[in-house]
């Protein structure tokens, strides 16, 4: 085993960083203040990132992209993560990879804008009756013609305000399983001017300020035939074929988050004093230093274990889940010490802590909650036992 990271991936981590620091992180206040990220300054961040390499940089180097192997866009993905999240997903923008099972027509209508940065997409999936249980879903797709029309409706879904199109999921029939009637699902590209298609302000979140959601409404939207992404009843397919390491880049931002949070506990305990001495000689307080630096180990490991694997092609869903939920319970663990090392500092916003703090509690939500994660964990561990 190598540990080290290769000049590249050190130059990668470094250029990243500098760009957070100098061109994300003085914006924070303004977003986590007012709760909104202006278009103006999207525009004018997004150059610089485009500048510098980084826009787009998760997608293949054929397709305009940065070309990095999984654990390098890991290491990416963990610098990003330390700025305010509405910052650097908008004006640092990767697009999603499920756009590469598209037709030639279909990456140059959508995929290629969104690598210039002249589109943004959304994905989609989530309804109000069904969230981690996809096969719930009641919005539907019914064949017309030579068209599909589409119904129902989506929440929680990411910054679809300013999206260009969404690629969305939607029932489009069912099959018989020895379990039962299971929901056959097609993914679509639906533009945002399209007929019968509604986009509304979604709910107000304690999590990620500036980081809009919002609820989808679909009422009878025709699209075409050409509008469908990969095969028909094969959204699944394509989604998992594509859509695998979305778990390890929460897992990668969970971490750059902790890393900061720590970083600051670490400063102020070796700065402030208390009783004639400084705070990190008490050992309530270096005891949670030790325990903070430990699980932030524990948890990169995981993570750069599973994208080295998913590379190699010998990644498992546990693998991913483990990565996924510890990254995200140590991020949770983090943020909460280190303001109890600042005291009642830590809570106000002249300090990042607070924003980590309340970012950290979506983490362990979106993208599978933990109880999700362990359930992959302990069917994987149990599938060879016949449990």
Partial sequence: MHFALTEEQQMIVDTTRAFVEKELYPHEALVERTGHLPMELIREIQPKAIEAGLYA?????EVGGAGLDTLTWLLYEKELGRANYALHWTCVARPSNIMMAGTDEQKEKYLYPCIRGEKWDC??????GAGSDLRGMTASAKEDGGDYVLNGTKHFISHADIADFSIVFMATGEEDTPRGKKKLITAFFVDKNTPGFTVRDGYRNVSHRGYTNAVLEFDNCRIPKSAILGEVHKGFQVANDWLGATRLQVAATSLGRAERAFEHALEYSAERKQFGQQISKFQGVSFKLADMALEI??????????????????????????AKLKATEVLAMVADEAIQIHGGMGLMDELPLERIWRDARVERIWEGTSEIQRHIISRDLLRPLGG
């Fill in 57 to 61: 940089a998760n997608m293949p180097e």
């Fill in 123 to 128: 994905l989609a999936m989530t309804e109000p």
């Fill in 297 to 322: 180990k524990a948890a990169n490991l995981l993570t750069y274990e599973a994208g080295w694997k998913f590379d190699q092609g010998s990644v498992t869903e546990a693998d991913m889940s483990m």
